[in-house]
């Protein structure tokens, strides 16, 4: 999530594809947006890089 550079009062949200090549058939997208400390158990980060 990103404050805009231009219009500093509008949230970007972005995107990423799973990697597995062209898509057939129909598509459905969503996001959501959550408070920078909005922790819960079932949510994780999988680009997330551990200390080791």
Do not use: W, Y
């Not at 805009?4 to 058939?25: F, K, M, S, W, Y």
């Amino acid at each position: 999530m990103l404050l805009n550079q231009i219009h500093p009062n509008i949230v970007e949200c972005g995107t990423d594809e799973a990697g597995r090549g062209c898509l057939c058939g129909p598509v459905t997208a969503a996001a959501v947006i959550l408070p920078p400390d909005f922790k819960s158990d079932l949510l994780n980060d999988s680009k997330k890089l551990s200390r080791t």
